[in-house]
């Protein structure tokens, strides 16, 4: 457990020096068996220790001390009904979250394999930390391994934490990039 705690906290300093979360924003967690080990909330993820990190059983009970992200719950709805999932990053990566925020749909680039839906999907806001946000996380991500918050963030999921991470920096490129393109489309040639 040790050596799993050492990669949350790898993953997440990964992803707050790559800008996809700030401040206190974003959680990590990954599942091994019946325990789930998870972000503390109000902390930044840019500098948690070992003790920081809190583990729970299926049903949000703490089994360390601390408290856990406030979007516990949403993964862990995401884990009970996908057993294929043992690892959840929860991002408001700045481009991602900018397409979230607008009506724009975020297309699903080269490097998600298989394409079954030419667009990433989305729910709608729901608040965050509640239940209402958790259980309509679970629905609209069904078997896909992102899904958009919008007015909110991004969820990446994958059985193996690392992945799930560079999921979420591969997300963020990929709304870059169509932002860029948006951009250059829009205006007029000299
Ligand atoms: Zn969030």
Sequence with gaps: MKKNVAEIISVCNEIYDKGLVSGKAGNVSARFGNVVAITPTLKSLSNLDEEDIVLVNMDAEELTKGKPSSEVNMHLEIYKKRSDVKAIVHTHSPYATGFAFSDKKLKRLEGFGEIKNPYLPFI???????????KSAVEGLGDEDVLIL???????????????????????ETAKTQFISLMLNSTEDD
């Design 124 to 134: 709608e806001y729901e608040k965050p930390g509640s239940n209402e946000l958790a």
């Design 150 to 172: 919008k007015n909110h963030g991004v969820v990446c999921v994958s059985d193996e934490l690392k992945e799930a991470m560079l999921l979420a920096v591969f997300v963020e």
